[in-house]
């Protein structure tokens, strides 16, 4: 079992419907996929029309008196599962934040690791924070994918993360980030996908053009790599995916 | 998606199916969106091809074996008895006109659960449907798909058969494939098959064979044959061998294909039973005495026929375990032995099928198949004595028999020469077919608890017989293969190659003095008290 999660700390950088797609297209590729959306917002349980509410809520989740098994839904694709956010979710740190110091930040890492015998891969769709919930992602994922918006700022907070990880003991996750919402027709967005491409490691080749076929995920409450596959985002995805895969 | 399936078969016939799959479809239209679904991964046609041995040794275990073609190989499905999940296995290269061997299924779960039971018998194709599968998929109000509804249209050999209609529970939704379910089974039209778990595999095989005019189980190497106690004995025993006849004819075409062993085995016993039933019971036929030898003559030639094949099939079906029990040779030293046991069988063989092909063959079976069935025919002749009935017949006949096993075991003791031992087998086994013959006759309990004592004193006989046979034809088959010359990769036949040949015998003489300490108790059991009171029993109730 892979663990891929989507991550930035910054909000409205397309975390959700990266991960949305790549998890489809996981699932497409034939491995057994479950998604798991950790923003209390829930925005990838409307995605997939599944109602934004888990049975005992995060707390049942976190302090193990319901398996996360339990909460899993089936989505409309095959392979394809989801477990869907809960409001409560807003209140992960807080639950996090009990027990041993030392252990805090790898509840969900422990929480997932009975899913190995029932699912190839997992993606984790975070909220936007630095959070004790972004830290136990971060320890529990096996590949990160941080959408970036072409700006010099944003690939600054690349760099943090990057410096945060090496602070990690042991095993570090990959880092894939790629750049998202780009607009061709904007000359610095241009010039800083083509030049940090080059220039900077950890960068995905592929970047995801701004579109309003995204736009219409909501309405159309599906990944946009499902209902017009033959569109260039789709294809972008795709492509972006080729290259998670490949790490 | 977890597949928990509830199963569904429209009833009627090929005019009504339509339209009760319509209102189906229309129930669930009233509570769910209903969308079809054509890249639905149930969906498209697909073939599947049942697979049993000749005497449906799974189908009696309460399991079915499927084999389905796919785009990269193809996969066995074995289901089990009702509630129990399906197990699969991929496997690659098997074709669904052919038979295969239990060392011909793929290693995994599949193998592990039916190798035991169907070896040494091959697995035959019994039936193979084509299906067309539509899958809908079932939205709620948010439009979310909450269960998936899959249509499946099978047809043997283009003969269609029931629909079927399964739902399949999506994850996290199980009410809601529940309600569906309920809403199929109110349908008119619609018939529940299966409890969600179950497969519905097996009740499209039942269909399948029915089109095709077979049923399952139609074969048993238990005689089987269709008579009362109050028949015409005439009639009675002509009934009990034209079904020994079936059963010889049946397996004929499996022992020229050489499908597996046990064709031969199960025509083998049905000459037995049939030179057993007309030395026993075939004077009731009333037939002129030449006729009587002649068959009996005839079928003598044919068993002997039979011979040397079945000898040679023993030692090669024994061979594993033989040699898993040597100590002092190694495995290895044996495969000029079953080398030249392979040679010899494809030899005889061959002269075992031109047996099978020739005329004398065919004048055997249609002259005694004519002969019986104008006897089992024959009404009764006016002014005539009223024939024996087959109840009298079998009680008389079982007595004999039985005073017979109980007067020449008794009179064997401790010194008694292998010869009769030898002997006290024979006329087991001829009790033993007579009860079998008129086993219909018979109180079920009472048959079952006659035939266990007989058995266990019939298997004791056999271990101490079949061993000392082995014994002798390893001996005569080391001076077969010494004779042969130079045929063991130029040379002759290896030293450790005898040495554990000599080692096997050895193991098999054990083997038998096993038998022969264990004989006295064995025919205790069965002649002793409790042994009389169980035959008793057996044929008072043949008497009322």
Partial sequence: MRIYATYNIKGGVGKTTTAVNLAYLAAADGLRTVIWDLDPQGAASFMFRVKPRVKGGGKAIIRGQRSLDDAIKGTDYENLDLIPADFTYRNMDLLLDKGPEAKQNRKLSRLLAPLAEEFDAVFLDCPPSISLVSENVLHAADVIVVPLIPTTLSVRTLDQLTEFLTTFPGRQPEVLAFFSMVDRRKKLHKEIVEELTMKREGIARTPIPAAALIENMSVQRAPVTAFAPSSAIAKAYKSLWAEVRAL | ?544
């Avoid at chain 2, 089109?211 to 269709?226: E, H, Q, W």
């Avoid at chain 2, 025919?377 to 024996?388: C, S």
């Avoid at chain 2, 087959?390 to 075991?409: I, M, N, P």
């Fill in chain 2, 1 to 544: 998606m977890t597949p928990g399936l509830a199963g569904f078969v429209v009833a009627g016939d090929e005019t009504t199916w339509g339209s009760a799959l319509d209102k189906a479809l229309e129930a669930l239209g009233e509570a769910f969106g209903v969308v079809p679904d054509p890249a639905g991964a149930q969906g498209g046609t697909w073939r599947r091809t049942w697979f049993d041995t000749f005497d449906w040794r799974l189908y009696r275990a309460g399991l079915s074996l499927e084999y389905v073609a796919t785009r990269r190989g193809g996969e066995l499905v074995l289901t089990g008895a009702a509630g129990s999940r399906a197990v699969t296995g991929p496997v690659t290269g098997w074709r669904a006109t052919r038979s295969y061997h239990a060392r011909d299924l793929p290693e995994g779960p599949v193998a592990d659960r039916i190798a035991g039971l169907i070896a040494p018998r091959a697995l035959l194709p019994t039936a193979t449907v084509s299906t067309a599968g539509t899958v809908a998929r079932l939205l709620n109000a948010e439009g979310k798909t909450v269960a998936r509804l899959l249509v499946e249209r099978p047809a043997v050999q283009d003969r269609p058969l029931p629909p079927r209609l399964a739902v399949a529970e999506v994850r996290g939704y199980p009410a809601q494939a529940r309600r569906a379910a309920r809403l199929i089974a109110l349908a008119p039209g619609i018939e529940s098959i299966a409890s969600e778990g179950d497969d519905t595999g097996s009740y499209l095989l039942d269909d399948a064979l029915r089109a095709i005019g077979r049923r399952p189980a139609d074969y048993s190497n238990k005689v089987d044959a269709k008579i009362t106690a109050g028949m015409p004995a005439p009639r009675a025993v002509a009934t009990i061998l034209l079904a020994l006849l079936d059963a010889l004819e049946v397996n004929v075409d499996g022992v020229l294909r050489d499908t597996d062993t046990e064709f031969l085995h199960d025509l083998r016993v049905a000459v037995r039973r049939t030179r057993a039933a007309i030395k026993l019971i075939g004077d009731a036929l009333g037939l002129p005495s030449a006729d009587y030898d002649r068959f009996a003559a005839e079928f003598k030639w044919l068993g002997d026929q039979t011979t040397p094949v079945r000898d040679l099939d023993v030692h090669l079906l024994d061979f594993d375990v033989m040699a898993s029990r040597l100590r002092a040779a190694k495995e290895d030293d044996l495969v000029p032995f079953r080398t030249f046991l392979q040679g010899r069988r494809a030899r005889e063989f061959r002269a075992l099928a031109r047996c099978l092909r020739s005329q004398r063959f065919t004048e055997l079976t249609t002259g005694w198949r004519a002969t019986l069935t104008a006897i089992r025919g024959k009404g009764r002749r006016p002014g005539r004595e009223e024939p024996l009935a087959a109840g009298r017949l079998a009680v008389e006949r079982t007595s004999q028999a039985f005073r017979k096993v109980s007067r020449r075991g008794a009179a064997i003791t401790a010194d008694s020469p292998p010869e009769s031992l030898h002997d006290l087998r024979k006329r087991c086994k001829e009790l033993r077919y007579v009860l079998e013959f008129f086993s219909p006759l018979h109180d079920k309990a009472a048959y079952f608890a006659v035939i266990g004592d007989l058995k266990k004193l019939q298997d004791c006989l056999g271990d101490f017989q079949d061993n000392e046979v082995q014994i002798d034809e390893i001996r005569a088959l080391a001076g077969a293969m010494l004779a042969a010359g130079p045929v063991f990769g130029g040379g002759t036949v290896p030293v450790g190659t005898l040495l554990a040949m000599g080692e096997l015998t050895a193991g098999l003489a054990a083997s038998q003095q096993a038998a022969r300490a264990a004989f006295e108790s064995r025919f205790a059991g069965f002649a002793g008290a409790g042994g009389q009171r169980h035959m008793a029993v057996l044929l008072a109730g043949e008497a009322q």
